[in-house]
């Protein structure tokens, strides 16, 4: 059964950066497209970025823009979220997930989930 788990999560103050790990058992996440999402408390989970399995297309949120990048290391199996200029509005569970045919950032439709990693942005 497939399995993503996401790490590198954790405590920053405002200004500083993270990096989040998303990895699999079960799944290879190098033939599926992966988009990383948040949902902070009270709110709709949101699209943060996506990476196309086929070319490595990119593309982001509105609101991550130019801060945010994901990262696809050749072969590593592992997809990264690099964030940095983090700031309170940051703050929220982040997820990965996987699906083989579809690109979005739209959580509806993705297969694979993982269970989350916190991010607090706080000073």
């Known amino acids: 059964q497939a399995q993503l788990v996401e790490s590198g999560g954790g405590s920053v103050t405002p200004g500083g950066s993270l990096r989040l790990t998303c990895t699999a058992s079960g799944l290879n996440l190098d033939n599926n497209n992966i988009g990383w999402f948040r949902q902070a408390p009270g709110k709709e989970r949101e699209g943060v970025a996506c990476?196309?399995?086929?070319?490595?297309?990119?593309y982001y949120g509105d609101s991550v823009k130019g801060r945010f990048t994901i990262v696809r290391p050749n072969a590593a199996r592992t997809v990264y979220l690099e964030m940095s200029r983090l700031t309170s509005e940051d703050t929220a569970v982040y997820y990965c997930?996987?699906?083989?045919?579809?690109?979005?950032?739209?959580?509806?439709?993705?297969?694979?989930w993982g269970q989350g990693t916190q991010v607090t942005v706080d000073s």
């Open positions: 990476i196309s399995s086929i070319n490595n297309t990119t």
């Open positions: 997930a996987a699906d083989p045919l579809r690109l979005s950032l739209q959580a509806r439709h993705y297969t694979f």
